[in-house]
């Protein structure tokens, strides 16, 4: 329930922010958490801290126009909330799909915030996008996309200003185009201002794997606390893209077995686990769908069409594709078929209900803002070997993402004790974030 001293915020958020309903449900899921904060710490309400801390610094939204290959102009809009840099440069990525709107933007912009908060890193937290949709355009009409993008959106970025990243939709190819046009409009090699490039130009190693991996660092890190471990445990994971991939990598190379993965039309099983090399090069190189995957991989496979992938039985459920895509009738469905572990790889990919079941249930349950912080960790890694004009070897690199994974669950696991609520992860993550944010800006002052 939340806290009488908050209710007013949240009803300051509703009205200030009227029909975005995915930022009202993560603000709400933080409010939620920190009616034990200002009655331990009542400092934390005054000076309307948590009302600025619920309000973007800045909202930028302009229009996209641009050339598709048969000459007709096409028209997007693109987005960028800078939401808090108390501590550090915005951060966080950018999404392009037909869904976004402000309010998606402004619900990964504030969940950014406590995940770059729980790294320990100095980055503040800003989300950005577009409601172009990438799929079956050609190289040539992403790529005069992204230029028309970042023609606006560059004037509002720089190292120590703003730093985007990939997110869904933008991969390698989409933060080429943008570093690019960033390069050609400012006359300056600024390696820092983008993150998720290709190796050869300023790339960090391990980023593309990071964000899967980090959530997978940190289910393992949930597991050892009840003596558990990947090893043999069978895996559902949502998605098949980025996120998903590295995962299930990370997941077979621990020893678990992923029996199931799923896209926007359907789901694929595979009792005797998921051919990854197959399923890279199918989504990876031929961009195509997990029933591409099925028809390749023969009887061994089974594709089921608009089915939800956690109908599946598994000890562990990593959601790894978009918010609010396992509900509470999936997560009745899991706990009935024995599930131990969620790790959210996605943002927000659990609802309210869901996450209620989990943790009544006694599931494991990694939030996203800690699970999934593996990959602005290391973005944020790269912008030191940006800084530094330095790269890193892939170990090395691998080797600094898993200690952050597992210092973001100590930290987490360490303030819910605190608290009074041992294993609520979603508790300690919303807390511990809360108050490194706070802390810096009550030293900052009212700006």
């Given amino acids: 329930m939340l806290d009488e001293k908050l209710e007013p915020i949240f009803a300051d958020v509703l009205r200030r922010n009227p029909g975005e309903d995915e930022f009202h449900q993560a603000v709400r899921e933080v409010l939620d958490s920190l009616g034990a904060v200002v009655a331990k710490h009542p400092h934390y309400a005054e000076g309307a801290l948590i009302e600025r801390i619920c309000e973007p610094e800045r909202q930028i939204i302009f229009r996209v126009p641009w050339v598709d290959d048969r000459g007709r102009v096409q028209i997007n809009r693109g987005f960028r909330v800078q939401f808090n840099s108390a501590l550090g440069p915005y951060k966080g990525g950018l999404r392009f799909h037909p869904s976004v709107y402000l309010g998606t933007i402004k619900f990964l912009g504030f969940e950014q915030t406590f995940k770059n908060a729980l790294t320990g890193m100095p980055i503040g937290g800003g989300k950005g996008g577009s409601d172009f949709d990438p799929k079956g355009r050609s190289d040539a009409e992403v790529m005069r996309f992204c230029q028309s993008l970042m023609t606006e959106l560059g004037r509002h970025l720089g190292e120590y200003t703003d730093v985007p990243a990939g997110d869904i939709g933008v991969g390698q190819r989409e933060i080429g185009y943008m570093f690019g046009q960033y390069k050609r409009i400012t006359n300056r090699y600024e390696s820092g201002v983008l993150t998720g490039k290709g190796l050869t130009w300023g790339g960090s190693r391990v980023r593309t794997e990071a964000t899967g991996y980090g959530a997978v660092y940190f289910v393992e890190r949930m597991l050892q606390q009840r003596g558990e471990s990947f090893d043999g445990r069978k895996v559902v994971v949502s998605g098949a893209g980025n996120v998903a991939i590295y995962t299930i990598e990370k997941v077979q190379q621990l020893g678990g077995r992923v029996v199931a993965c799923s896209d926007s039309n359907g789901y694929v099983v595979e009792e005797k686990g998921i051919d990854l090399a197959l399923l890279k090069e199918i989504k990876e190189r031929r961009r195509g769908r997990v029933a591409d995957y099925a028809k390749a991989r023969g009887a061994g496979a089974v594709y089921v069409p608009d089915g939800r992938v956690w109908e599946v039985p598994a000890d ?51 939030p996203g803002k800690a699970t999934n912080a593996g990959g602005v960790a290391t973005s944020a890694l790269e912008m030191q070997q940006n800084a530094s004009r330095d790269s890193w070897s892939f170990e090395e690199t691998e080797e600094r993402l898993a200690t952050i994974m597992h210092g973001i669950h100590d930290r987490c696991a360490q303030t ?23 802390e810096a800006m009550r030293a900052l002052g009212v700006v």
Avoid: K
Wanted: overall charge negative; hydrophobic content about 45%.
């Fill in 316 to 366: 562990i459920a990593m959601p790894s594709a978009t918010q609010n895509e396992l509900t509470g009738q999936d997560a009745r469905t899991l706990v009935r078929n024995g599930v131990r572990a969620v790790g959210e790889g996605a943002n927000m990919p659990c609802t309210p209900e869901a996450v209620r079941l989990f943790i009544e249930g006694n599931v494991l349950f990694g």
């Fill in 416 to 438: 819910a004790d605190e608290y009074g609520a041992p294993g609520n992860y979603v508790l300690g993550a919303n807390i511990a974030g809360f108050i490194r944010v706070a």
